[in-house]
């Protein structure tokens, strides 16, 4: 069981910050646990962290079924629809690629970019349409093995908006319904993976609420040029490894 509780605890940590967690947890099970496919244990783990998506952001969440704020119902809506549909073609794919560390490589390239634009105050005019949509086909392209979620959605979302807290508030609200489709499509494909990973959910979900409260003190606390010069080489020393 201490397996489980060790790449759940990864799960936590790694979800909110922009090195690949479903990769990072894929390798680390390898060599742990045999009975389960690496990627879609992985994958699967991300229930616990949806979890504590939802307890931290609970007033955000009953706003959004409210529809208090119909431009960000609507970016939503149209983000998880392109998502939803690129990442499930990704995700059958998966084993054919082997670009997943390109792809997060460009992603820490675009955030570093994105610093300096803001270190120099050039704004991007982008309009929420478009900005949904690239965000969709960025998180989308999340699927692939190596590519982190959060690295791709906060580059897109950096394109539109400003503030570091509001990019990651974004951020880990988008993701909510892709994870939630990704894990029932897990379980109804194998529904044996809740008794053998239970463990794993539950530290996933705590460490996840953790150093999710972390992470946003940590947002409310620097300028954002800072925040994606950050990220971007985070992305980057990801991508070598």
Not at 87 to 110: D, N, P, R
Request: glycine share 8%; proline share 2%.
């Amino acid at each position: 069981m201490w397996e489980y509780a060790l790449l759940g605890t990864l799960q936590g940590i790694f979800e909110w910050i922009p090195v690949s967690s479903e990769g990072v947890v894929a390798l680390v099970s390898q060599g742990m646990i045999k009975s389960l496919n690496s990627v879609d244990l992985a994958i699967f783990l991300h229930l616990g962290t949806l979890l504590a998506l939802f307890v931290y952001f609970l007033k955000d969440w009953k706003d959004l079924l409210l529809l208090k704020d119909k431009e960000f119902v609507k970016f939503f809506i149209i983000v998880t629809i392109i998502s939803g549909a690129i990442g499930f073609g990704m995700y059958k794919m998966a084993k054919e690629f082997s670009v997943g560390w390109a792809l997060l490589m460009l992603t820490g390239l675009g955030l570093l970019l994105t610093s300096f634009f803001q270190s120099k105050q050039i704004k991007w005019k982008i309009s929420n349409n478009l900005s949904a949509i690239i965000v969709g086909v960025l998180q989308g392209l999340s699927a692939i093995p190596g590519v982190s979620r959060s690295g791709s959605t906060i580059f897109g979302l950096s394109l539109s908006e400003s503030n570091p807290k509001e990019i990651l508030r974004k951020s880990y609200l988008i993701s909510a319904p892709v994870v939630m489709g990704s894990s029932l499509y897990l379980y109804l494909d194998n529904p044996s993976i809740v008794n053998q990973s239970w463990v794993g959910l539950i530290f996933s979900f705590i460490f996840g609420l953790i150093f999710l409260k972390m992470l946003l003190t940590f947002a409310d606390k620097i300028n954002f040029s800072k925040f994606t010069l950050i990220f971007g080489l985070l992305c980057i020393l990801g991508s070598l490894f």
